[in-house]
């Protein structure tokens, strides 16, 4: 799988190889920063891993309460860049009906204290009314396990860069579906919820994700509003994760490497009832 346009950029090194040094070339995860323009207003900057950007903006959106549904959403597109400059600017237009700019940024200020700073409890999200996950779903352990394994083979620029996270959705037959990588671990997860809003399969009540690095309460957060009822890590997850997965009833799964990991909630859905 060949990586997204202006996710990698080279670069010339001195490699230190016992006693002896040689110049060599190496590939760098890219990092930008990317502005969300949201009816033509500014409404915020994040860094980002170039690529799937209206995903990203449209998975944000999402994931941090702004949006709820693919129908509020009128357009989404690149700002045309000027002089030369790259393309870093989305802009989002939402439908008029009931949209209130100053609404908007009380949202999001209650809404980044989250996914950008980390909140202070579990109240915030029950203001956002989340609802919990799917309870019918049931996924086999021993396909669980070969989860990490298909992500790693998926992903391009984390094999070139060594640098990024990712996120990967399964079916629940753990059929890949889509990965994302990124710099930031959040910002993974809101390609991955992007990408199933703009294409309307909204909310991932029969899917698994994945994430390459720890389970944290954003991570959660996130994962519960695209309606996500299994979420796995390679790493461990946080205190407040685990609470808030069990208060929800999120499937939080951790340290999930070779034959083994670690159920923290939820475990009706992937392990017997009699355990």
Same mark, same amino acid.
């Given at each position: 799988?060949?990586?997204?346009?202006?996710?990698?950029?080279?670069?010339?090194?001195?490699?230190?190889?016992?006693?002896?040094?040689?110049?060599?070339?190496?590939?760098?995860?890219?990092?930008?920063?990317?502005?969300?323009?949201?009816?033509?207003?500014?409404?915020?900057?994040?860094?980002?891993?170039?690529?799937?950007?209206?995903?990203?903006?449209?998975?944000?959106?999402?994931?941090?309460?702004?949006?709820?549904?693919?129908?509020?959403?009128?357009?989404?597109?690149?700002?045309?860049?000027?002089?030369?400059? =790259?393309?870093?600017?989305?802009?989002?237009?939402?439908?008029?009906?009931?949209?209130?700019?100053?609404?908007?940024?009380?949202?999001?200020?209650?809404?980044?204290?989250?996914?950008?700073?980390? =909140?202070?409890?579990?109240?915030?999200?029950?203001?956002?009314?989340?609802?919990?996950?799917?309870?019918?779903?049931?996924?086999?352990?021993?396909?669980?396990?070969?989860?990490?394994?298909?992500?790693?083979?998926?992903?391009?620029?984390?094999?070139?860069?060594?640098?990024?996270?990712?996120?990967?959705?399964?079916?629940?037959?753990?059929?890949?579906?889509?990965?994302?990588?990124?710099?930031?671990?959040?910002?993974?997860?809101? =390609?991955?919820?992007?990408?199933?809003?703009?294409?309307?399969?909204?909310?991932?009540?029969?899917?698994?994700?994945?994430?390459?690095?720890?389970?944290?309460?954003?991570?959660?957060?996130?994962?519960?509003?695209?309606?996500?009822?299994?979420?796995?890590?390679?790493?461990?997850?946080?205190?407040?994760?685990?609470?808030?997965?069990?208060?929800?009833?999120?499937?939080?799964?951790?340290?999930?490497?070779?034959?083994?990991?670690?159920?923290?909630?939820?475990?009706?859905?992937?392990?017997?009832?009699?355990?």
């Amino acid at each position: 799988m060949r990586p997204p346009q202006r996710s990698v950029e080279l670069t010339q090194v001195l490699e230190w190889d016992d006693g002896t040094i040689r110049p060599v070339q190496d590939a760098l995860a890219a990092e930008e920063p990317m502005e969300i323009r949201i009816n033509g207003m500014p409404l915020t900057v994040t860094m980002r891993t170039p690529g799937h950007d209206l995903e990203l903006a449209a998975g944000f959106l999402l994931t941090e309460g702004i949006i709820q549904t693919r129908g509020q959403v009128a357009g989404i597109r690149a700002a045309r860049p000027q002089n030369g400059a =790259k393309n870093n600017v989305v802009e989002v237009e939402l439908q008029e009906s009931g949209f209130d700019s100053a609404d908007l940024q009380r949202n999001f200020f209650a809404a980044s204290s989250c996914g950008i700073c980390g =909140k202070a409890s579990i109240e915030a999200i029950r203001t956002r009314g989340l609802q919990p996950p799917n309870p019918d779903i049931r996924f086999d352990p021993e396909v669980l396990c070969r989860l990490p394994e298909t992500l790693r083979e998926e992903q391009a620029v984390f094999s070139r860069t060594g640098g990024l996270h990712a996120a990967a959705l399964f079916d629940e037959t753990g059929a890949l579906l889509a990965v994302r990588e990124d710099i930031g671990r959040h910002n993974a997860v809101d =390609k991955i919820a992007g990408w199933a809003l703009l294409e309307g399969d909204l909310p991932l009540s029969t899917h698994v994700m994945l994430v390459s690095g720890r389970g944290g309460f954003e991570i959660v957060q996130k994962a519960l509003a695209a309606g996500i009822p299994i979420l796995a890590s390679v790493s461990a997850p946080s205190s407040l994760a685990v609470r808030l997965a069990r208060e929800l009833g999120l499937t939080l799964i951790g340290f999930l490497r070779g034959r083994r990991f670690v159920v923290y909630s939820g475990a009706f859905r992937c392990l017997p009832a009699d355990r």
